[in-house]
């Protein structure tokens, strides 16, 4: 009863003083504020909202998300949408599938692989075909499977370029060089593997344009990742040899062709 009353006169006392007879827990004022800095992280700006280093694009009026300036902060917009969550999210699912499809490949590969080579020979002065059988040795399975690699790097180091993109200037500008050089990356694994199986009975010509693709990668990387080509008015020379790179595929192919005609260049693709 002594309780009662004394929580009575507390309530009144509170209601002539006009103060609140209600105060929050504490665990209910943290859980307001995390759900305040969660709403505030989550908002979408406008272009007009983000620094100049930002890289936004004039025909995405919307959807930006605000500088984190935390790892975890940026990687958390993974749940929840905004204008780069179709870019990550397209080069991150396939990435981990194509990590993942490692061993589905081998095994498909131990089982149904079998080339078949048709060449045509002379024996006294007359024209023969004969067939080659041949299993894919440890060396072929390790081509094969670094090209998957590279596959995987470049789109799981783009999505997290595209998932960082907000982090800070400096983190911004990092991880866009990564994902060139992710991009040089597969570009170097469809090199190899094209070249070793393309040039699989001329190892010479396939060590040649290896060693080729290997010198334009590495030069292609220095001119990205170098600080004394970063600024603007070298950005012709960088995107140059980013294109130049990509684009000397066209000299085995024009070798095999002058070589050997396009006869050759079918026989290859229908016996692989």
């Not at 699912?93 to 079998?114: D, S």
């Not at 192919?253 to 006869?263: K, P, Q, T």
Request: charged residues 15%; glycine residues 6%; aromatic residues 14%.
């Amino acid at each position: 009863m002594v309780l009662n009353a004394f929580l009575r006169i507390r309530l009144i006392r509170a209601k002539k003083d006009g103060k609140p007879h209600y105060q929050p827990l504490y665990s209910d004022v943290k859980k307001e504020e995390k759900e305040k800095s969660r709403r505030q992280q989550r908002r979408l700006l406008t272009p007009s909202e983000l620094p100049p280093w930002y890289d936004s694009n004039p025909y995405i009026l919307t959807g930006y998300r605000p500088v984190s300036q935390s790892f975890w902060t940026s990687l958390k917009s993974w749940t929840y949408l905004h204008n780069e969550s179709c870019n990550i999210y397209t080069h991150l699912v396939p990435g981990v599938l194509f990590l993942l499809a490692q061993g589905t490949l081998y095994r498909y590969i131990v089982e149904n692989w079998n080339w078949n080579w048709n060449r045509t020979q002379t024996l006294n002065g007359n024209a023969i075909g004969t067939s080659t059988s041949i299993q894919l040795t440890g060396l072929d399975w390790g081509i094969l499977s670094l090209q998957l690699f590279t596959a995987s790097t470049c789109l799981l180091v783009s999505a997290f370029y595209h998932t960082l993109s907000n982090h800070s200037e400096h983190a911004a500008h990092r991880w866009l060089q990564f994902d060139y050089v992710g991009i040089l990356t597969l570009i170097l694994g469809n090199f190899i593997s094209g070249l070793h199986f393309g040039f699989y009975c001329e190892p010479a010509l396939k060590y040649f344009y290896w060693g080729l693709i290997l010198t334009l990668s590495l030069l292609t990387a220095i001119t990205l990742l170098s600080p004394k080509f970063r600024g603007p008015q070298f950005r012709s020379l960088r995107l140059a040899a980013f294109i130049g790179t990509g684009l000397s595929a066209i000299a085995p192919i024009g070798h095999v062709w002058l070589a050997w005609g396009s006869n050759r260049l079918e026989k290859m693709e229908t016996n692989s």
